[in-house]
């Protein structure tokens, strides 16, 4: 009967394709590494790191000044990742024009390590990504940094940073 059938016939066994998932993936000549932090735009500063550091009890940096991208920078420790805080350094600046638009302040670009940034600037260029600067610049943490165009990444100013 039905017991002898059931114990006789084989199971069916359903196997994946044997090209392995990867393979759909273009191999990349750099590689995105870990978020570095999340810059915020603030129109007080002094403000900001009380908040971060008197009432959230963070680690909070001192004020560093960097007239290159025209931003005061202060950075919160979290453990896993930081945040950025940033406020207008001279009438150039572009965290100026940004709270311009955002009086109260508010998410300004996240930053994501990267393992070669010119490999990833040849790549990104070729792939029609475009990138706000000729030649990488020297960024907060002393390292090339380059950003992608916001309109290229979903409306995300995207920060690439040299691990």
């Known amino acids: 009967g039905l017991l002898s059938r059931l114990q006789t016939s084989s199971p069916t ?30 129109p ?24 290159e991208h025209g931003v005061y920078t202060v950075f919160v420790e979290l453990g896993n990742t930081k945040l950025e805080l940033l406020h ?3 009438e150039k600046s572009p965290i100026a024009s940004f709270l311009q638009k955002n009086k ?9 390590e990267v393992d070669d940034i010119k490999a990833a600037m040849t790549e990104l260029k070729k792939k029609k990504i475009r990138i706000l600067s000729e030649e990488p610049k020297i960024g907060a943490h002393g390292k090339p940094v380059i950003f992608l165009h916001p309109k290229d990444c979903h409306g995300v100013l995207v920060e690439l940073e040299q691990a």
């Open 44 to 67: 007080d500063l002094e403000k900001a790191q009380s908040l971060y550091k008197d009432v959230l009890g963070a680690q909070v940096s001192e004020t560093v000044a960097l007239p």
């Open 88 to 90: 207008p350094l001279g």
């Open 104 to 112: 109260t302040g508010g998410m300004h670009h996240i930053c994501i």
């Open 13 to 42: 066994v359903r196997t994946l394709p044997s090209k392995s998932f990867s393979q759909n993936i273009p191999s990349c000549l750099w590689k995105l590494g870990r978020l570095n932090h999340v810059a915020i735009a603030v």
